[in-house]
């Protein structure tokens, strides 16, 4: 052979095996990207799941937080409405020309504190907190001791004004004769009369000391309940805040 032709076939031989080495590593080269791919897709997956699984414990601390919150200010609103509205009563303000209202009040102040006692039981389902369920517990019974104080003067000043009322108006009335009662007749609605003041000088002398000094502990429970009440929606929207940095990660490492 000439040094030509050995020339061309080394030249021949040295690019088809330039060609394998490319064509390998670029074979090579498209295994790895697969492999990224698949990494890659494997990563995402992961990485979706915990977002997920993120998601969904941080929506149960928001709910687990809006019911608590619910619970504490159902309950708050309906205490204040049974002391404000329902238990600040001032029993001067009724006399025979408004005396039927008192059967409402009645009404209202039992309605009360039903509701307090409802949402109250939904508390205890709710909150874990020991200290404000017995805080609120506690208040319920400084306000118990007050309504059986209210209720019962009511009832008593309401009998008392309509059996006064009823007198009233039979010696007003234009078909009674006063000059044609008997002397016993006489006699027994001079008693009853006195008695009936007695009974009204009763409930209104020291009405409104007893009062205030039920009432006192009442409020002193019911701002103890607010403070813990408050501090306890505090901490529950801070933790809900940071529930993505505050160490939930290794709940899935």
Do not use: C
């Not at 030509?4 to 088809?16: E, H, P």
């Not at 389902?125 to 200290?131: G, I, S, T």
């Not at 409104?208 to 409020?219: A, K």
């Amino acid at each position: 052979m000439t040094s030509s032709i050995i020339f061309m076939i080394v030249l021949q031989l040295i690019t088809i095996l330039i060609t394998a080495i490319i064509i390998f590593r670029l074979m090579k080269k498209g295994l790895y990207l697969k492999k990224d791919e698949t990494s890659a897709t494997g990563l995402q997956s992961e990485h979706n799941l915990l977002t997920a699984n993120l998601n969904l414990i941080t929506n149960k601390d928001h709910l687990r937080f809006t019911e608590n919150r619910t619970a504490l200010i159902d309950f708050f609103t309906h205490l204040n409405e049974w002391i404000w509205d329902g238990l600040n009563i001032a029993v001067q303000d009724y006399n025979h020309s408004n005396y039927p209202d008192l059967s409402m009040k009645l009404v209202h102040l039992r309605e009360y504190y039903n509701r307090a006692n409802v949402s109250f039981g939904r508390l205890q389902l709710l909150v874990q907190d020991d200290k404000i369920l017995k805080v609120g517990y506690e208040t319920i019974l400084e306000a118990l001791k007050l309504h059986h104080f209210v209720e019962t003067t009511l009832k008593n000043f309401q009998r008392t004004l309509s059996w006064e009322k009823s007198l009233l108006d039979k010696i007003t009335s234009k078909d009674y004769d006063f000059f044609k009662i008997t002397p016993d007749l006489t006699t027994l609605y001079e008693k009853q009369a006195r008695e009936t003041e007695e009974e009204r000088k009763k409930i209104l002398d020291g009405y409104n000391e007893r009062h205030w000094d039920l009432f006192n502990p009442v409020i002193r429970k019911r701002n103890e309940f607010r403070d813990l009440a408050k501090q306890e929606m505090s901490e529950e929207k801070k933790e809900t805040t940071n529930v993505l940095t505050q160490g939930r990660w290794n709940e899935f490492f």
